[in-house]
Every structure is written in structure tokens, then in C-alpha cells.
């Protein structure tokens, strides 16, 4: 198979090619102009701009189906994957890739879980050239395979309820030399019990330096079962992912992961480490945020967020100049939105985006690394109804000085999570 001169998943079973010496930085706003003084990649600029923001909740929309038969990418016939989730995202060099949860095959189903499926794969992974606009979707390049036609599962599992059911990336990140080091944050899950909550028997970090063709588990990244990473989502500002996000003086744009982190389930806290992008699989140079400072050992870490917090992302958008999060409220069934002027926050109040009125069985809504310096937020999003993953937009609209967030974006039971919901004990399944 010809060399291609850029980072590239290439369809079939080989995968990367050289990298692009330098990372691209985000294309022409989709919609509007920039707002002014949005920083240059990797610029040193004060963390506290921006101005509040209200959720536009009438601009929430379903943009397209990403997996599925019948949806744009068609990926039951191209690679044998009916029904998949999560579908969070990171930049590997100027090509996007995917990465998904549970997937499996064969019969196509409107209500997915109506009929029995096969070919379960725990994960599996799709390579996307990012569109100058994502108005259309995301079209797919290609997906890591194991045979013509069927996409790859990367990391395996045993696939034994209470032992191990299933191995599922919580969240991936490029890095090393050029960024050609490909990352997976990954939890092991024991069994799934009720809905929101599930045990983990711990959780790791595999890379891959062959373009996602073969994975190595890195035996110095391993927190426990009952750790409050987890699950995780990173942050690397000023790094492929976040290349317009705002760099504090003496950091290297690039240099330094923060890494959000909750329990396994949906009930848990939020915490926050940070750590040297070069030793991202060294569990012992995490440090952690106590509320005032870094501190070694994970027990130290203070919650930057009272749960339920649920699957999450975090992104830097040069339009709105705020650090925004998303993530799911299992108990109320909201995909919340905050920002913040730092990764450390303060965050402000919880918005509510969507709820599993609108989308039935919503949950873990992770914003694009591109198209972020516009009016508009793009985000996946899963369905448990369907078992598909779709594109979704939303918009923000400037508050005046002063102003506050309207109570009609609120979520419905902010007052009752004034303290911390912890996942309560559950039996065996």
C-alpha cells in the first residue's frame, strides 16, 4: 500500500502513514465571522475572557446519523457496524479519528435492541478528513479493519458479565513526536447492573504507534476500580485538539494534559489532574486539584463539579473566548453545557442543551476538536433507543454585563444537587 505524506488511517487493515510536520490549524468559522481578538494557536493570553453565555436551546438540532445503515456513512454494508456509541474524537495530524463503545452487527434495526445482533466488538475506531463545514455530517474515510468489511474491535475483552464484560475507551488524545502516539483512556467494566450505574474492575491507558492497526497496554497508567478517574476526558490546550485555547505564561502551548475524571457510572463527582503531555501513561506524575492547588495522590482531589456527572467533554472556543463542558445528567435526563475561564473553572451554572424528551435515551454528548471558533457548538451524541451515534449543533447567546442565565435552560433539579450524589452500592447482575 502507497505511502501517503500525511497522518492518515488508510481503509483496510493498515493505518498511518508519516505525519504533516505541523498540525492545521481550524478552517473558516461555519457560520459568522470570528469574534475579535480570537488568539493565535498556542498564544499566552489571559484565561479570564469571555463574556457569559445562555444556551440557545432552540438552536439544539440533529445534524446526521453517523452510523448505521441508511445513515450518511453507511457503515452496516462498508464495515459491519449497525449500532455503536460514545463516538468521542481527537486529531491525529490533519485527519480526525473517532472512537467508539460497544458495537455490533447485523440486523439493522430502527429500535435497536428490538432484535437479537451479533458480532459484538467492544470498541472500534473511524478515521474522518474534517470537512471545510460539519452541515452535512461527518463522512468517514475509512475504519480500522480486521478483514474487508468489518471493522477492527481495538482492545478486547473477556466479555463475561461479573468478570469483565466489556473494555470500553472513555476518551483518546495524539501524542509523542509530531503527535503521531495515539492515546486511549480506557475503563474495564465488571458488569453493567442498573441503568447509569456499573462496576469497574479498573481502568488503564493503550497506545498505538501504527496508526491504530495494534494497541500496547501501558502498565504504568492503571487507577483502581473505585478511582475517580475512571472515566475520563482531556484537555490539552494549545495541542492538536485545542490549538486556539489560551496557554498561561511560562507553559508550553501543548505541554500540559488536564484530565477530568468521574467513577465508573453516571453518579459520581468531577475531579481534575493534570499532567506533562510526555508522561500521560506515568500514573505517578499525575498531579491533582485540591480546590487551591496540584497536589501528588488522587485522594487529594477535591471535586471541581458535584455529580451526577455523567459522559463529558471539554473544549476551548475561540468565538465565545470560554472553556465550555458537556456532559450528560443521568437522574433528569438533561445534556447539560457549562463554561468556564479556566480548565480549573470556576464553571458556571448548568445549562440544559437537550433532554431524552427531545432524543430518547440521550447520553454522552463530546464536542468536536474542530469547528470551534464559530457561533455555533457541534457535538456527538448517542441514543440508547437507537443504538446510533449522530452530529449534533447547538448556539450560544451573549448575556449583557450583568446579566443572568435564563431560568427556562436550568436544569430541572439543580436545587436538589447541592450536595454530592455518590453511585450507591449495587448486587451482582
Known amino acids: 500500500m502507497a505511502t501517503v505524506a500525511v497522518v492518515a488511517f488508510v481503509i483496510g487493515t493498515a493505518a498511518m502513514a508519516a505525519p504533516a510536520p505541523v498540525v492545521p490549524t481550524p478552517g473558516t468559522p461555519t457560520t459568522g465571522a470570528r469574534a475579535p481578538g480570537t488568539p493565535s494557536p498556542g498564544s499566552r493570553v489571559p484565561m479570564g475572557a469571555g463574556v457569559p453565555v445562555a444556551v440557545a436551546r432552540s438552536a439544539t438540532a440533529k445534524v446526521a446519523d453517523l452510523v448505521g445503515t441508511g445513515s450518511g456513512n453507511d457503515t452496516g454494508r462498508r464495515y459491519g457496524v449497525e449500532g455503536s456509541d460514545l463516538g468521542h474524537m481527537f486529531m491525529v495530524g490533519s485527519r480526525m479519528a473517532m472512537v467508539f463503545g460497544d458495537t455490533y452487527g447485523d440486523?439493522?434495526?430502527?429500535?435497536?435492541?428490538?432484535?437479537?445482533?451479533?458480532?459484538?466488538?467492544?470498541?472500534?475506531?473511524?478515521?474522518?478528513?474534517?470537512?471545510?463545514?460539519?452541515?452535512?455530517?461527518?463522512?468517514?474515510?475509512?475504519?480500522?479493519?480486521d478483514r474487508p468489511g468489518h471493522a477492527k474491535e481495538l482492545i478486547p475483552s473477556k466479555k463475561i458479565k461479573g468478570v469483565q464484560e466489556t473494555v470500553i475507551p472513555t476518551y483518546g488524545i495524539a501524542t509523542g513526536p509530531k503527535n503521531t502516539t495515539m492515546t486511549l483512556q480506557y475503563m474495564s467494566v465488571q458488569s453493567f447492573d442498573q441503568p447509569g450505574h456499573w462496576r469497574l474492575t479498573g481502568s488503564g491507558i493503550t497506545t498505538s504507534n501504527d496508526g491504530g492497526t495494534t494497541w500496547v497496554d501501558q502498565p504504568t497508567a492503571r487507577w483502581p476500580a473505585n478511582s475517580k478517574f475512571g472515566q475520563v476526558a482531556y484537555v490539552r490546550p494549545g495541542g492538536p485538539d485545542d490549538p486556539r485555547a489560551p496557554v498561561r505564561d511560562g507553559a508550553g502551548p501543548g505541554g500540559t494534559v488536564y484530565v477530568y475524571g468521574i467513577p465508573g457510572g453516571r453518579y459520581g463527582d468531577l475531579s481534575l489532574a493534570k499532567v506533562s503531555a510526555d508522561r500521560l501513561t506515568d500514573a505517578a506524575a499525575y498531579r491533582y486539584w485540591n480546590g487551591g492547588d496540584w497536589v501528588a495522590g488522587e485522594a487529594n482531589a477535591t471535586p471541581v463539579l458535584k455529580g451526577p456527572v455523567g459522559e463529558l467533554s471539554v473544549r476551548w472556543s475561540s468565538y465565545y473566548k470560554r472553556w465550555i463542558m458537556m456532559y450528560l445528567v443521568d437522574d433528569t435526563g438533561e445534556i447539560v453545557l457549562r463554561t468556564a475561564p479556566s480548565p480549573t473553572g470556576p464553571w458556571g451554572p448548568a445549562q440544559t442543551v437537550t433532554t431524552t424528551k427531545d432524543f430518547p435515551k440521550a447520553y454522552a454528548p463530546y464536542l468536536t476538536p474542530r469547528w470551534t471558533d464559530g457561533p455555533d457548538i457541534w457535538f456527538t451524541m448517542s441514543q440508547f433507543t437507537s443504538y446510533r451515534v449522530a452530529l449534533m449543533r447547538t448556539r450560544l447567546t451573549p448575556l449583557a454585563a450583568g446579566g443572568t442565565v435564563p431560568t427556562t435552560v436550568l436544569p430541572q433539579s439543580l436545587p436538589a444537587r447541592s450536595a454530592s450524589i455518590s453511585a450507591p452500592p449495587t448486587s451482582p447482575g
Request: charged residues 20%; aromatic residues 10%.
Open 107 to 145: 440486523p439493522p434495526a430502527r429500535d435497536f435492541y428490538s432484535v437479537r445482533h451479533g458480532d459484538w466488538r467492544s470498541n472500534v475506531i473511524a478515521s474522518i478528513d474534517p470537512p471545510a463545514t460539519p452541515t452535512a455530517g461527518l463522512p468517514f474515510r475509512g475504519m480500522i479493519t
